[in-house]
């Protein structure tokens, strides 16, 4: 059986792009606090650890910088600080009330998207692109920052979206949907590319094979994870919230909320393409771990990560 290798709109194979990525750094816009349940995974009911759970564990909101030669990427854009300053931020009645119990924010003055990027050596202004893994609001936080960029979302994360109640999955149209907000709903395209089996469907962003986005549902309808791939260095893999830490990733260890079946079947992409390129480093979106990891795989001529 013959290979086919699909071409990026430059004419070159996925496999063989990735000079247009300049550097890629990590900013976080505050920390939030999880059930260990939500992280780890539990057998026992969700109300029951929401409501009664004890232990927690802090985790940071990462957004990733990409630093393209046409301009800079963001994946996800972080949690709105208006969390902790609008006491209508969460919906009223019931469903407000378990989300007060769900999470908790640490969010100052300076965790803002815009301010991160400034303490970074960018401005809102460089921004070309976000990428947002999916529509939870600790991951569309900053687009309001940001509405001059192109938003791309998966069409099925914004369809999610559209259907009824859909606050009571932490997905407030009010701060996605804005008329001035420049959506770009993104359909996975088939593909036989060997350099990512075994993902059979992709879009590539920026037409040049540096970032190819892939769909990895499971914590939501619709997420999805992106590919960067750049020269001298190893490729990386922005998953968002896949998974909450490599480890967990490994040894298949489900989060305590998400479809299973569909996490499962992601997992094992992932960590078949991981098997595939034995030097990706996968970077979920509240690991801990993730700006070092980030800062020892990338070498000083293409950037130093923020670990903030």
């Not at 996975?188 to 993902?199: E, G, K, L």
Request: aromatic share 8%.
């Amino acid at each position: 059986m013959s290979e086919h290798t699909t071409l990026t709109k430059s004419g070159k194979p996925f496999h063989e792009s990735g000079g247009s990525v300049k550097s890629v750094s990590v900013i976080s816009t505050g920390t939030g606090e999880a059930h260990r349940e939500h992280i780890y995974g539990t057998r026992k009911p969700a109300l029951w650890w929401i409501f009664f759970g004890r232990q927690r564990v802090s985790i940071p909101i990462n957004v990733y910088i990409i630093e393209h030669s046409d301009g800079l990427v963001l994946f996800d854009t972080g949690q709105d600080r208006a969390v902790m300053t609008d006491p209508d931020y969460w919906p009223a009645g019931l469903t407000g009330f378990i989300f007060r119990h769900v999470f908790r924010f640490h969010i100052g003055p300076d965790d803002t998207l815009t301010r991160q990027l400034e303490l970074s050596g960018y401005s809102v202004a460089d921004v070309k692109k976000a990428v947002i893994s999916h529509l939870h609001g600790d991951h569309i936080g900053g687009i309001r920052e940001i509405l001059h960029a192109d938003l791309v979302v998966s069409s099925e994360a914004w369809d999610h979206m559209l259907q009824p109640h859909s606050e009571r999955h932490f997905i407030f149209r009010r701060d996605i949907d804005f008329p001035d907000a420049k959506w770009q709903r993104i359909s996975f395209q088939p593909t036989d590319d060997p350099s990512i089996a075994p993902f059979t469907h992709a879009f590539d962003l920026m037409g040049d094979g540096s970032m190819i986005l892939l769909p990895t549902p499971g914590h939501c309808p619709g997420s999805l994870s992106m590919l960067v791939r750049r020269d001298g260095a190893p490729p990386l893999l922005l998953v968002g919230d896949l998974c909450y830490g490599l480890e967990l990733l490994e040894r298949c260890q489900l989060p305590g909320t998400g479809d299973r079946k569909k996490l499962r079947a992601s997992y094992a992409k992932v960590l078949a393409l991981k098997e595939r390129m034995p030097d990706l480093v996968i970077l979920p979106a509240h690991d801990p771990e993730a700006a070092g990891a980030l800062r020892k795989a990338t070498p000083t001529s293409l950037g130093v990560s923020q670990d903030r």
